[in-house]
């Protein structure tokens, strides 16, 4: 039971680790992006790798891209990552990498909410609202939104926590006119999704998106596309509002750290054979369903 917690390409320079993705510059316009099989959670990566979780989050992500390139363009470039490296890197990039465009990153994490749920469902315990957006009273845990709303937060470095935002503070980060049209195109994203992803018997709770300038301009979807680790998945013959629907995603694990009494600073506690492996399965199962 191993998985990639880290890559090492001899062919190309390492410009970037993430908390799953590691960058490769390709030349000034392009970059290879593998994903690992770490996995990270409240903001901490853990030690212990979920297996071919990599190769699952590209297969997902690379469907959503294909299936998405009408509402906005993204950033594959159509080449083949094993055309960009040396044969004795192919093993380190197999099935969990994509050559992608070098793009101005828009620095705030573009969140879309359907559904009541985790930090969302604790503020609206406490205010009513979500990120300043005021909601109907009464709502319980896991209940369906009246629309999808845009809660967008800080793009947090690695290790340090994402933090919600208002939508007049994301304005002043990146400009009204940029702030409406990532709002406007995440919650187009949002809603296409969901509506194919219920004919596949899975409800998407929430998720959250990344967006990149390319060099006219033009707003590009990027990173991952809703995955189980950008997004929450619930099966839909289980839903239930009221209580918290058990999930496709690393919620699994999340609530397993939460069930441990971890303070939730780093270094995360171990996290057994069993649990990953269960994780595996659910990652496998979001793959399965959505692209049948």
């Known amino acids: 039971m191993t998985g990639l917690n880290t890559t090492n390409l ?3 320079k390492k410009i970037y680790s993430g908390k799953v993705r590691d960058l490769y510059e390709i030349d ?26 990599g190769q699952i989050l590209t297969a997902i992500s690379n469907f959503w891209f294909e299936k998405l390139k009408d509402v906005v363009p993204n950033h594959l470039t159509g080449d083949q990552p094993e055309d ?11 099935g969990r990498a994509v050559v992608a465009k070098r793009l101005k990153a828009v620095p705030i994490e573009a969140v879309v909410r359907g559904y009541l749920a985790g930090s969302g469902w604790k503020e609206y315990r406490q205010s009513g609202s979500v990120c300043g957006i005021a909601l109907p009273a009464g709502l319980k845990e896991a209940d369906k939104l009246p629309e999808p709303i845009f809660t967008p937060s800080t793009k947090a470095a690695v290790g340090d926590h994402d933090e919600n935002i208002s939508f007049a503070q994301c304005e002043a980060i990146v400009g009204a006119e940029l702030a409406a049209k990532v709002r406007d195109t995440a919650i187009l994203l949002y809603q296409t999704a969901a509506e194919y992803a219920a004919t596949r018997g899975i409800i998407i709770c929430d998720t959250k998106f990344e967006f990149g300038l390319d060099e006219n301009g033009t707003l590009t979807l990027m990173d991952e596309a809703l995955t189980p680790d950008s997004s929450r998945f619930w099966p839909a013959d289980s839903y239930q509002p009221g209580s918290n629907p058990p999930s ?9 750290l939460e069930a441990s009494g971890w303070n939730k600073q780093a270094p995360a506690p171990a996290v057994p054979l069993e649990v990953r492996e269960k994780t595996a399965a659910k990652y496998r199962e979001a793959l399965e369903r959505l692209t049948g």
């Not at 960009?84 to 197999?94: G, K, R, S, Y």
């Not at 496709?248 to 397993?256: E, G, H, L, N, S």
Request: net charge negative; proline share 6%.
């Open 10 to 12: 001899t062919s190309l």
């Open 84 to 94: 960009v490296v040396a044969a004795a890197d192919l093993p380190q990039v197999q």
């Open 28 to 53: 000034d316009k392009r970059m290879l992006m593998i994903a690992t099989d770490r996995l990270s959670a409240f903001d901490v990566i853990l030690d212990d790798p979920i297996p071919a979780k």
């Open 248 to 256: 496709f995603d690393k919620q699994f694990v999340r609530d397993w």
